[in-house]
């Protein structure tokens, strides 16, 4: 390698020790500097490593290639390749193994000098030496050697030459090698192939040729000008790189023609190209004069299906050091690290990072690879101080089978988990609009069931100027206070807030009965405040302070409200007026509110965000006029749009104000499940229109597939179905006659006989077992079944064989078209098929295809083949 740019060699089986080869071999030793200090003398490498020399071999002059011995012992024995063709063992370092010393200093010399291009120790048999060197017209250009032979012929003289003039010790010269190949012509590059021990690639002078040992005289080939650095992949034995000037080209031995795969070509020519030994298909290439290694990942290359099929590859280029690049050489065992040296002998070591590829799972699971290595980040389960992602409480809610009780529907916030609030309000909202939509089309259809749907928003639009106020005396006190005489529509909008029941009669016993079980006192103190009644709200107080799970402070309250007076300048409606914001609870706090405001004007009780938008609402309706009402009403909706807030669904109804407010709990929250459900619920056609309401719901269906809720996923479209018959899709998949084209199951229904449908035509086990085994459309008969050899058409149960259990199946009752074991079934690769019954049991026990001459694997290709779906995983 005199006169040429410097070369590199990591030892095959030290990890710390490398070789540089120039005029002379030069063995560094590195070291790590992350624990201690750096040593003077030492070559800096990387922040984390340093290079110590420790020994020089200048005996070999005229080096032209190196090539280090693979097996373990001797460890610092090394093949050098000299201009005159000869190959000389040496030695790096003191090696007092008598056993190899004889080894060290032997030559090995052709027949006629000429240049060694490159020299190749065999990975199995490792006393085999492969050098290739230049033309000579009347001897081999690839010679192989056999290190430890002890034979000579009596023909070659034997003479004993000194390595230099300063040893005392000389060694034999052999000039017989065990194999030569490739007469009159040149070999570039050499290697084994590690698939047997007696296969030789030889890049030769215009030919990739393959030499097997056993047979010299016979040899594969193929003719290209990319016949320099041939290597083979260390993990995919038949897959070998070389290359010509700028370009490389990748080889697969099984399909030697050509190469599979032509590399990018680059400006300059190519100096050295590499495999990763810890990579699987990494490759690394170096152009002349250039501080960037070129690297080739062809990890997730697929296998080509046809011969014109080119694979994939991913490119990236990396800067190890400023400087120009002479060679490179790959670390043999830590993963993808290299180590570089420039033109004048700096080096620098070198980790080519991995990119990070990230997948995120529909499950929430987040799962990253770097090099060899696996990570995965995925929520504790038993964790429950954060709150859980709105994708898992969406599919533990799909498990739960939430938004699907039609029946009772307010049941369905149970099913989310009875955890949020405004879940809760908006089920029992729905659950109200369902109950009184249905009892107003019982008394007076088409009247106005839809008005329900739409909100209270319009229905108090709806009457405008119709209302008037009157005194109402209060239970327990000498008091009178204005509130709202109830007509029709105010009485539904307290029905749709839950206050009162069904019928005209204003009864808020149930309704508070109910709130007391729940454990809600305050609130329910608050509502019988609300309906003048304060002897009733003490009691219940009191009722609360003495149960289990009450607050003792309510005592204090109820002896607060007892103590009430209406005159305005008492020292109690200062007091109360003080300390009712310092209050815990906002329905105690608007109690106080609302005694001690003026009348007419209630903006404590009305503005408490805090107090359930329905309750608010309901107050409203009492105690508010007309356009007082009208105002609030619009007001608060626009607040709950904009917040996104479900309890305004009771404002906004199903309509587009109600797409609008559920556009911002979307944008807020991500849970297009609810959303989907809650549109679903009334169908209002133009709503369900609504370009935003089909991209929620598609979204939806798409999420149940990708977490593999296949069954959940149907039960959503037959919901769907349900409540909007418009989305009912047409069937897509059909029977089709091979002749004729028409429906096979089509033309059957549109017979207009009685009783001549689909199971006349010997596919449903009724006991008549009709049989048609040709097209009702054209009358060509239909295929034949590849095992019984019976025409389609006919029940499995009259073929030979057929169960006599199938014969006394009458599947009329359940409606079904087909037993599953008379359906058409086929391959859509071969096209051969059958009954569905025959061919599940004949592909439990086979692979290929029963028809006979066929090697089609029919099951196998199906990739799905393998999924379940995960309804029934716990999370």
């Not at 193994?97 to 000098?113: C, M, T």
């Not at 809720?709 to 179905?721: G, L, N, P, T, Y």
Request: glycine share 6%; aromatic share 8%.
């Amino acid at each position: 390698m005199s006169g040429t740019k410097p070369d590199i060699l990591w030892a095959p089986h030290q990890v710390d020790r490398f070789v540089v080869c120039d005029s002379e071999l030069s063995l560094y030793h590195v070291e790590s500097t992350v624990n201690s200090e750096f040593k003077a003398g030492s070559l800096r490498l990387s922040e984390d490593s340093a290079a110590t020399l420790l020994s020089i071999n200048s005996e070999t002059p005229y080096m032209k290639c190196v090539a280090w011995y693979l097996n373990y012992d001797p460890e610092c024995l090394l093949a050098v390749g000299q201009a005159n063709g000869r190959v000389v063992l040496t030695s790096l370092g003191q090696d007092h193994n008598s056993k190899f010393k004889d080894l060290i200093g032997k030559e090995f010399v052709p027949k006629h000098a000429r240049q060694c291009n490159t020299l190749a120790w065999n990975p199995l048999d490792s006393n085999w030496l492969a050098a290739g060197l230049d033309k000579h017209r009347a001897d081999f250009s690839v010679l192989i050697w056999d290190i430890c032979s002890k034979y000579t012929p009596d023909i070659v003289p034997m003479e004993k030459v000194r390595l230099s003039a300063g040893e005392a010790e000389t060694t034999l010269l052999v000039t017989k090698p065990l194999y030569e190949l490739g007469q009159n012509d040149a070999c570039l590059s050499l290697c084994w192939l590690p698939r047997d021990q007696k296969l030789l690639l030889a890049g030769m002078h215009r030919n990739l040729a393959i030499f097997d040992l056993r047979n010299t005289s016979q040899k594969m080939f193929v003719n290209t000008k990319a016949v320099q650095g041939v290597t083979v992949d260390p993990y995919f034995h038949d897959r070998v790189a070389s290359f010509y000037e700028g370009q490389v080209a990748i080889w697969d031995l099984r399909k030697f023609e050509k190469p599979v795969l032509t590399l990018t070509e680059q400006p300059k020519p190519l100096t050295k190209v590499a495999w990763c030994p810890t990579r699987t298909g990494l490759l690394a290439t170096l152009t002349r004069d250039s501080n960037i290694i070129r690297l080739y990942d062809m990890q997730h290359t697929p296998t080509p299906i046809g011969d014109e099929t080119e694979p994939t590859i991913i490119e990236r280029s990396v800067q190890p050091c400023d400087n120009y690049i002479a060679s490179f050489a790959w670390h043999p065992t830590s993963q993808n690290r290299m180590i570089v040296v420039t033109p004048n002998r700096t080096m620098s070591d070198f980790t080519v990072f991995e990119r990070i590829s990230l997948a995120w799972s529909p499950i929430t699971s987040l799962m990253w690879a770097c090099g060899r290595h696996l990570y995965e980040c995925a929520e504790e389960e038993n964790d429950n101080s954060l709150e859980k992602d709105i994708a898992t409480k969406m599919r533990l809610r799909a498990l739960s089978r939430y938004g699907l009780d039609t029946e009772q529907v307010w049941r369905n916030h149970i099913l989310a988990g009875n955890e949020d609030p405004q879940l809760k309000s908006l089920w029992y909202t729905l659950h109200f609009m369902k109950q009184y939509t249905e009892d107003m089309d019982q008394k007076s259809p088409g009247n106005k069931g839809s008005l329900v749907y739409s909100g209270i928003k319009s229905i108090v639009k709806s009457s405008l100027g119709m209302v008037e106020s009157s005194r109402h005396n209060w239970s327990g006190l000498d008091k009178q206070t204005d509130i709202q005489n109830l007509n029709e529509e105010r009485i539904l909008a307290l029905q749709l807030c839950g206050w009162i029941k069904k019928g005209t009669d204003v009864d808020l016993g149930p309704f508070l009965n109910s709130l007391v079980q729940e454990g809600e006192w305050e609130r329910a103190a608050a509502v019988a405040l609300f309906n003048l009644d304060i002897r009733r709200a003490i009691q219940i107080l009191n009722e609360g302070a003495s149960s289990e799970r009450g607050d003792l402070n309510l005592n204090v309250v109820a002896m607060a409200l007892s103590g009430y007076t209406d005159e305005k300048n008492s020292l109690w409606r200062e007091m109360c007026s003080t300390l009712r914001l310092q209050l815990n609870n906002p329905y105690l706090c608007v109690m106080f509110a609302f005694l001690t405001s003026e009348t007419g004007s209630y903006d404590g009780v009305l503005y408490e965000n805090k107090v359930a938008v329905r309750d608010r609402v309901a107050f409203a309706c009492k105690f508010l006029s007309d356009s007082q009402l009208n105002r609030y009403i619009e007001k608060l909706t626009n607040e709950m749009k904009e917040a996104g807030n479900l309890e305004g669904i009771l404002l906004t109804g199903l309509t587009k104000d109600g797409v609008d407010l559920m556009e911002s709990y979307v944008d807020r929250t991500g849970d297009v499940q609810t959303a989907s459900y809650c549109m679903l619920q009334g169908s209002p056609l133009d709503v369900l229109k609504d370009e935003r309401v089909q991209y929620w719901i598609e979204n939806y269906r798409n999420l149940l597939d990708a977490w593999r809720f296949w069954h959940k996923r149907a039960e959503f479209d037959i919901h769907r179905s349900k409540l909007d018959p418009s989305s009912k899709p047409l069937a897509q998949v059909f029977v089709s006659c091979n002749f004729c084209g028409k429906s096979i199951s089509y033309s059957c229904s549109t017979v207009p006989h009685q009783g001549r449908g689909f199971s006349q035509y010997g596919v449903s086990g009724s006991p008549t077992k009709s049989k048609v085994t040709s097209c009702p459309g054209c009358r060509k008969p239909l295929p034949r079944c590849a095992l019984c050899l019976i025409n389609m058409g006919t029940p499995v149960s009259s073929c030979p064989g057929g169960s006599k259990s199938d014969e006394k199946v009458d599947l009329s009752k359940d409606k079904k078209l087909a037993q599953f074991n008379n359906w058409f079934t086929w391959c859509h690769n071969c096209r051969h098929g059958g009954h569905a019954g025959h061919m599940l049991s004949w592909f439990r026990d086979h692979a290929e295809c029963p028809v006979s001459a066929c090697t089609c694997k029919c099951m196998q290709l199906d990739t799905t083949g393998n999924l379940v779906p995960a309804e029934t995983v716990q999370p």
